[in-house]
């Protein structure tokens, strides 16, 4: 187990390991779940977290909060994310596509 890797995967991309996070639209059915899928996921100290917010959530896509280093690349697959579309409010919605869209050192995956 790579220190810093929970509840991820390791993949391998030619000579290139990058991390790979699951978050699961399954559990994310509000504002508030999907902060926490986010939480679950992303964060190793989750009382470090006191006040969500887009600016906050900005912080912990560019990395340095344990689980992967500031800007190193990573994988995140958005599983069952058409339900999560339908659940969450589309301007959130929308506001967090556009924070994962400006990180160039996130890829994301929808399935």
Not at 27 to 34: A, E, G, L, Q
Not at 36 to 43: A, D, N, P
Not at 52 to 73: A, M, Q, R
């Amino acid at each position: 187990m790579v220190a810093g890797v929970r509840r991820n995967q390791i993949i391998r991309q030619g000579l290139f390991m990058m991390k790979e996070f699951i978050i699961d639209g399954i559990r994310i059915t509000t504002v508030k779940s999907f902060f926490k899928e986010i939480e679950r996921e992303l964060i190793v100290d989750r009382s470090s977290v006191k006040n969500w917010s887009l600016d906050v959530l900005d912080d912990i896509f560019e990395g340095g909060y344990g689980v992967y280093e500031l800007n190193e690349e990573i994988r995140l697959i958005w599983r069952n994310f058409r339900r999560s579309e339908k659940m969450l409010d589309q301007k959130f919605l929308q506001e967090v596509l556009e924070l994962f869209n400006e990180r160039e050192n996130i890829t994301i995956e929808f399935n």
